[in-house]
C-alpha cells in the first residue's frame, strides 16, 4: 500500500465513510481491518465489533466484542441486536450470509464509519457478492442501499497478483 492509499484509508476512518474491504483468502484483509480499527480507537468512537472468530483487536476505550454462536445467535441476529447497543461505528469481521442486508441497514440509517470484510475477485466482484448474499432474504437486490451505505471499497490482490 503506497503512502497516498493509507492516507486515504486514514481520511475515510476519520471522515466516518463506511470501507469494505474484498480479497480472496489470506490477502490480508483481516490485516487491513485491523490497521483501520488501530484508527477508529484515537476518535473515541464506541464500536461494536462482530465476529464468529476472534481475530480482530481493538484499542478503542469503549469497544464490545460479540460473537457468534452455532445453535444460538447468528451474525444477521447479532447485527440486528448491535443497534440496541448504542454503536457509533458497527464492525463485521467477514460478510458471509443474510446479515449483509442488516449490516447496510444499520450502515445507511445513522451508523456510518462500518468496516466489513468479503471475500471477492475484484472491487466490482465486493458489489455483486454483496447482492448474492442479500438475495438469501430478499426477492431483489436493493443497490440503491448498496450505493447509498458502502462509501469506500478496498481490494487485496493478495501477493504476485494484479
Not at 52 to 75: F, K, S
Request: net charge neutral; glycine share 10%; aromatic share 2%.
Amino acid at each position: 500500500m503506497t503512502a497516498a492509499q493509507a492516507d486515504f484509508l486514514r481520511c475515510a476512518v476519520r471522515e466516518r465513510q463506511n470501507i469494505l474491504i474484498a480479497g480472496g483468502t489470506s490477502t490480508g484483509k483481516t490485516t487491513l481491518a485491523n490497521a483501520l480499527l488501530d484508527e477508529v480507537a484515537a476518535t473515541g468512537d464506541r464500536v461494536i465489533i462482530l465476529e464468529d472468530t476472534v481475530e480482530l483487536q481493538c484499542a478503542a476505550r469503549d469497544h464490545v466484542p460479540l460473537r457468534t454462536r452455532a445453535g444460538v445467535v447468528t451474525m444477521a441476529e447479532l447485527v440486528r441486536s448491535t443497534l440496541r447497543l448504542r454503536p457509533d461505528r458497527i464492525v463485521v469481521g467477514e460478510v458471509r450470509g443474510a446479515e449483509a442486508l442488516d449490516l447496510l441497514k444499520a450502515w445507511g440509517t445513522g451508523h456510518p464509519g462500518g468496516i466489513a470484510t468479503v471475500h471477492a475477485g475484484s472491487a466490482e466482484g465486493a458489489l455483486l457478492r454483496l447482492e448474492q448474499l442479500i438475495l438469501e432474504v430478499a426477492v431483489t437486490p436493493p443497490r440503491a442501499l448498496i450505493a447509498e451505505a458502502v462509501n469506500v471499497i478496498v481490494y487485496l490482490a493478495g501477493r504476485g497478483r494484479a
